[in-house]
């Protein structure tokens, strides 16, 4: 088996979910935080041998920043940190640096296996991740927003939770709504989705415009778009739904360009 | 040293496919028999020896640097209000070396309009409850010039200057508005896990508060400290 084909068929990177509970259960211990954030639980740190000529490393995670020193083939490297795609390493000499994190792709464990920092198509390595962000958009001629949070628990399919707002001239609607989405095709960083979905809208009659009363309403959507990938977990993705919306006897059609922005782990 | 049923299928010349799949389920049924049997007397049957070194598979739990929370203070000019301290939290993921999330929420409060503090103590365009201004958005960030300061002689840090933009609400007299924010912003990074901000925001919303509708402008110019986590 060759090197590459081991580095592709081990085991999904670790994600950080535990870290996005941990930072909201952290907000009001922020001061304290601020005393003792470098505390951590104490593991033996990974060493893993570099199978490359050469890893550079540098002064600091950025690819602009002056490469100090390099770690050659068949030497350790002990991996301290990770921020965004960059590891903190100390080298067997005591050197620390960063390096990128698709140099440290092609390195082995002490037991002679591949370490697993794999590089994948995303339709494989977004399995069972989590993913948050935020849209913006235009229904009709109203601007909107809205905040999602989703799981993919299958590479072609993911669930999310969505919390927005239109703000039309004369009300404004809070919604919110569970989707489905469907991304079988991953080959390409740009991808196609179809999304369906269904959503509860309130209303909230402006200060300045007397209307009697505003019911509830609820809405089907149906939609498509496209994510572009960048990186290993940011996400852009357009889309276009087209709601049906009904509330009492009435019902309507409704149209939403979005762009959105999303991130996962 | 063949056992009974070795001995049936080397016995067995079978001429046709129909024969073999015959002798085949015999042989099948026989050997389930003699397994049965096996059972029975409490002897496992090894058929083969696995040839197989369990694969060790360890999860390094790496420290990761993801997530940013902070505070910010500093001060927000309300269109056509007054200029008010504003404060509030931030809390940002960094999904790349170049790109990072953030939501943001803020609070300041308006004071009077020139109009109101022309018009003596009478006149008041808004109560005092709705002078409340809130704010929160969710932005995209940019590290557009990443860099270092050279501070003194022996400190340097790491530092990036970065571009926001994004969608947001804004509650200002007693009004709930579509709001979009653009900014940039300065961070110096004295550890690897402290950071000071200073940053410099444009909330625009369309209102017609205290004249005809028109986009408002509210500069906010604040400073901050983050932790990373």
């Known amino acids: 088996m060759t090197v590459t084909k081991a580095v592709r068929t081990t085991a999904r990177p670790k994600r950080t979910p535990r870290q996005l509970f941990g930072a909201f259960a952290m907000i009001p211990w922020l001061v304290i935080a601020l005393g003792t954030a470098p505390v951590r639980a104490e593991e033996p740190t990974p060493v893993v041998e570099v199978l490359d000529p050469f890893i550079e490393m540098h002064t600091a995670p950025g690819r602009g920043y002056p490469v100090f020193h390099v770690i050659e083939h068949g030497e350790q490297v002990e991996l301290l940190k990770r921020k965004t795609n960059w590891y903190k390493v100390r080298a067997s000499a005591g050197e620390t640096g960063w390096t990128k994190s698709t140099q440290l792709g092609r390195t082995l464990q002490p037991s002679g296996l591949p370490a697993d920092l794999p590089e994948v198509s995303h339709g494989q390595y977004l399995e069972s991740s989590w993913r948050v962000g935020f849209t913006a958009g235009q229904l009709e001629q109203s601007p909107s927003f809205s905040l999602t949070v989703g799981y993919r628990p299958l590479t072609w399919l993911g669930a999310e939770l969505e919390a927005g707002k239109i703000y039309n001239q004369s009300v404004t609607s809070d919604y919110y709504g569970a989707n489905l989405i469907i991304e079988p095709l991953h080959r390409w960083s740009v991808t196609p989705y179809l999304l369906t979905g269904y959503s509860r809208f309130a209303f909230d009659a402006r200060q300045k415009v007397v209307l009697s009363s505003l019911d509830d309403a609820s809405g089907v959507a149906l939609g498509g778009g496209l994510g572009y990938y960048i990186g290993r977990n940011f996400l852009i993705r357009a889309e276009y739904r087209v709601y049906s919306v009904s509330s009492n006897s009435e019902s309507a059609g409704l149209s939403e360009w979005k762009i959105g922005m999303n991130t996962f782990f | ?229």
Do not use: C
């Open chain 2, 1 to 229: 040293m063949e056992n009974r049923h070795e001995h049936v299928l080397l016995m067995a010349h079978p001429t046709s496919g129909i024969a073999k799949s015959i002798m085949a389920g015999m042989a099948l049924v026989a050997l389930a028999g003699n397994v049965g049997a096996a059972e029975n007397s409490g002897k496992p049957v090894q058929v083969i020896e696995p040839d197989i070194t369990p694969r060790e598979i360890t999860q390094a739990r790496i420290d990761s640097e993801f997530f940013e929370l902070g505070v910010f203070a500093g001060v927000l000019s309300i269109d056509n209000f007054s200029t008010e301290p504003v404060y509030g939290v931030s809390a940002a993921f960094h999904a790349t070396e170049d790109f990072f999330l953030q939501f943001n929420y803020g609070m300041s409060e308006a004071g009077l309009t020139s109009f109101e503090e022309l018009g003596g103590a009478n006149i008041r365009l808004l109560t005092d409850s709705d002078r409340d201004y809130t704010f929160y958005n969710f932005l995209v960030g940019y590290n557009i010039f990443p860099g270092e300061v050279f501070f003194s002689d022996k400190l340097t840090f790491n530092s990036a200057f970065y571009l926001v933009a994004g969608v947001g609400n804004t509650e200002f007299g007693g009004e709930n508005n579509f709001t979009t924010t653009i900014g940039t912003g300065f961070r110096i990074v004295p550890l690897d896990w402290v950071t000071f901000h200073v940053d410099f925001r444009n909330h625009m919303f369309q209102s017609d508060l205290i004249r005809e509708s028109q986009l408002t402008h509210n500069i906010q110019l604040s400073t901050g400290i983050t932790v990373f986590f």
